[in-house]
């Protein structure tokens, strides 16, 4: 039902804009022009029916610089990001309301597009996670400082989050997971195979660059990123494969809080959830105790020194977005090699996708009063109920099942929740501080806001009419734990 439900979305969203009978004539007529445009009749359909479908468009639509992949979807998305921008740049016009959505995203958007303004500020705003890091003397205070990290959304020793109960889909559960490397998956820190080495050289003298433009001379960055580098690369050796991580049974491992100390001591279990305000709970689900267990020697065994300027890399490096311009280049020319895109996206572009991740439902409510209306929304709502309804006649005329069985199916294809276009309640972004004064600032206060929203969850009845996907969002998902489609 998913992949039919988005086939029918993504074709009512390119089609759909038009409504009288001649528009919808013409909308007709364009979507057979723009197949029959794909076509390359060079090449033979019994040979390469792909090529012969698509090539066309393939040869006349270069993958842009800044992309990594490109097909007609980013032509729609693209089209929503000149929406958002226009939406922004008025919104920065108006002097809104203090705490209200306009407010929020004008501000939001005003600060992060001066350019100047970031460069004059350089690391002002992360001046006080930095001095807590120079701070740290012992394990306790190193733990202590991970879970201040750990709340402003920087990941250092482990993963964590909180999400339903695999197990009790009623259940919101604190999840660990494996964490604490840099590189997207632990087979990076050991294949031999060119690219990957290049990788790793690459990687490294990302980490002393960005040492360096914190304020380390040449020599000290160069020794502090090989300590880095040798530190993770101990973490990886006890993270599990990727085909691993895919077995559901064996990376789902609930135990008690005080359990916990089993697998790593040298965390004080109980402070460091006191610190992130995970409350409310007396278990935890641990993916990879393991992973775990060698955290517990590699906190032993690396200085406090190294676990400093460990600390460091990280939270510069996941800010890096927000620095001036040479720490954002710093990491774009790294994350080129993963991604395969070659050009910095502008920073118009670059600064929604920041927005969409610190607030996008925000901006959400903005985007729905200009493009997507109740009428519109009432739309799709009836594209939802009309796939439900073939769904039921084709259980009806089923001649394998039985009649027992069809009314069991029924109940569960009734059952599924259905959510289209924007929540029918919003989520309150009024406590979340939003400023034209610092780009750096506004980052943390929303990361801090989400931080608190999702540790508030534990202990309560799972709210599932939450929404996980932006109203600006193109895409459509299933989602199992609530048998929903949205």
């Known amino acids: 039902m998913k992949t039919l439900f988005f086939i029918c979305l993504c074709a009512?969203?390119?089609?759909?804009c038009k409504s009288s009978d001649s528009e919808k004539k013409t909308a007709?007529?364009?979507?057979?022009?723009?197949?029959?445009?794909?076509?390359?009749?060079?090449?033979?359909a019994a040979d390469d029916f792909f090529m012969f479908s698509n090539g066309r468009w393939i040869k006349e639509n270069a993958i842009p610089g800044e992309e990594s992949s490109w097909g007609i979807g980013n032509l729609v998305v693209n089209e929503n990001?000149?929406?958002?921008?226009?939406?922004?740049?008025?919104?920065?016009?108006?002097?809104?309301?203090?705490?209200?959505?306009?407010?929020?995203i004008g501000h939001f958007w005003t600060v992060a597009m001066d350019s100047a303004g970031i460069e004059k500020q350089g690391l002002s705003a992360l001046k006080p996670y930095l001095l807590k890091i120079d701070?740290?003397?012992?394990?306790?205070?190193?733990?202590?400082?991970?879970?201040?990290?750990?709340?402003?959304?920087?990941?250092?020793?482990?993963?964590?989050?909180?999400?339903?109960?695999?197990?009790?889909?009623?259940?919101?559960?604190?999840k660990l997971w494996q964490g604490g490397i840099g590189l997207p998956e632990r087979e990076y820190y050991f294949n031999k195979d060119s690219s990957t080495q290049n990788i790793r050289r690459q990687y490294l003298a990302y980490i002393k660059s960005i040492l360096m433009l914190q304020g380390q001379d040449s020599a000290v960055a160069n020794s502090s990123a090989q300590a880095i580098m040798q530190l993770e690369t101990s973490l990886a050796k006890s993270s599990r494969k990727l085909a691993d991580l895919r077995d559901p049974y064996t990376n789902y491992n609930k135990m008690a809080i005080k359990d916990l100390s089993k697998l790593t001591p040298a965390i004080n279990w109980p402070d460091f959830l006191n610190a992130i305000q995970v409350k409310n709970i007396d278990s935890v689900i641990v993916g990879q105790p393991e992973f775990f267990k060698t955290l517990n020697t590699v906190l032993n065994s690396t200085s406090i020194n190294d676990w400093k300027n460990y600390l460091r890399f990280r939270l510069i490096r996941s800010y890096a977005f927000a620095l001036p311009d040479t720490f954002g280049v710093a990491t774009f020319n790294f994350s080129k090699l993963l991604s395969g895109a070659n050009e910095r996206k502008p920073r118009w572009k670059r600064v929604l996708d920041a927005e969409e991740d610190a607030m996008g439902e925000l901006l959400g409510q903005l985007y729905v009063k200009e493009f997507f209306n109740e009428k519109t929304k009432k739309r799709y709502e009836d594209l939802v109920e009309a796939i439900r309804t073939v769904y039921k006649d084709r259980i009806q005329n089923l001649t394998w099942m039985s009649d027992s069985t069809k009314q069991k199916a029924y109940l569960k294809l009734a059952a599924i929740k259905k959510k289209v276009g924007y929540p029918d309640k919003w989520k309150d972004f009024s406590a979340m501080d939003i400023s034209n004064e610092s780009y750096v600032q506004n980052i943390i206060n929303a990361n801090l806001w989400w931080h608190d929203r999702e540790t508030d969850k534990l202990g309560k009845p799972v709210d599932r009419d939450e929404w996980e996907m932006t109203p600006q969002t193109y895409n459509a998902y299933y989602n199992p734990s609530n048998n929903e489609i949205v």
């Open 81 to 104: 990001l000149d929406r958002l921008k226009i939406i922004n740049v008025n919104a920065a016009k108006e002097e809104a309301k203090i705490g209200s959505a306009t407010q929020k």
């Open 135 to 174: 701070s740290i003397d012992n394990m306790a205070s190193l733990v202590g400082v991970s879970a201040a990290l750990n709340r402003i959304g920087v990941s250092s020793l482990f993963g964590d989050y909180i999400g339903q109960d695999d197990k009790n889909s009623e259940v919101m559960s604190y």
């Open 28 to 44: 007709s007529v364009s979507l057979k022009d723009a197949l029959a445009a794909h076509i390359d009749t060079s090449i033979s």
């Open 12 to 16: 009512m969203i390119a089609f759909g």
